[in-house]
């Protein structure tokens, strides 16, 4: 028993929020609270906001720190603080990132966790599922192609934003969250990354993350940074002659689903601020991850 717990991996729980929604956090946390298996420390960033002293109003276990951003840098840019935050403690093995406005109905997700990545040392990502208060799953939170289970678990290409645990040795391997996308696509930029590195992702969907139902269309910049990240991910990861395919699949699907005029014109807009602006780095991956990626049920055109 003692050389089992010496090998468990040490989670941190990091959560980003943007100070508007300070009921959900509390809840949250209190979930996070109630967990078997307490983390050893809570990373909570204020993005661009001021934050209450959880510590003081909160009976919550570990360490927890707080960290107050002066601007909004978007959820991959807080989470990439969060990690940095976390790496100058250097006494963390796995991170579990959650939503703000998420909760953890069972006692034993973070128990569960530390075990998958125990399992298994090559795992550097373990997707959740995501469903509401009536235990319904949106098809768009499913990491497979069509009308999948939900309750079907293994090996994905991709995971869900809203919850999941990352090993910190992977990030460290591949790097953090593409900043520069403020929001849309960055969860695919680092799943294929990670992929690309030999890295696997499990979608286990006994780890349950209760989420209200919404839709991605709600925030008003949607559709354009929507368009202008599907670009940014195709130059910066798909081999040269994938680009052209994956952007047609996707405008095609964009044309066909959308029936608002003005969210084309601000998608279209998007896709050619796009082209035209700088992609950040270019590290397509290679011949053989298009393969696995293929082989797992989703190529990366699609």
Known sequence: ???????????????????NRPAEVDALLESVARQDAPPTRIVIVGN???????????????????????????CPGGRNVGLARLREFGDVDVVVELDDDGLLVDADVL????????????LGIVGFRIADE???????????????????????T??????????MAMLDEIGDWPARFFFAHEESDLAWRAADAGWRIRYAPELLLQHPKTSPARHAVYYRVNARNRVWL??????????????????????????SGAGLRAWFGGFAEGLREPAGE????????VWRLTRLGRPPVI
Not at 55 to 70: H, I, K, Q, W
Not at 282 to 289: A, E, I, K, L
């Open 234 to 259: 195709a130059r910066r990861r798909l081999p040269l002659p994938l680009i052209p395919v994956h952007l047609g699949v996707w405008m095609l699907l964009t044309v066909v689903r959308n029936r």
């Open 158 to 167: 991709g995971f869900l934003g809203g919850g999941h645990g990352f090993r």
């Open 1 to 19: 028993m003692e050389e089992r717990a010496a090998r468990a991996p040490r989670v941190a729980v990091a959560v980003v929020t943007m100070g």
């Open 111 to 122: 128990r569960r966790v530390g075990e998958l990545f125990a399992a298994d040392e090559r």
């Open 134 to 156: 009536h235990g319904e799953t949106q098809q768009r939170h499913v990491p497979r192609l069509g009308s999948a289970d939900p309750l079907r678990g293994g090996f994905v």
């Open 282 to 289: 270019r590290r397509p991956m290679r011949w053989r991850t």
């Open 48 to 74: 661009g906001c001021r934050l209450p002293e959880f510590a003081e109003r909160l009976s919550l276990p570990g360490e927890v720190t707080v960290v107050e951003l002066e601007e909004n840098l978007g």
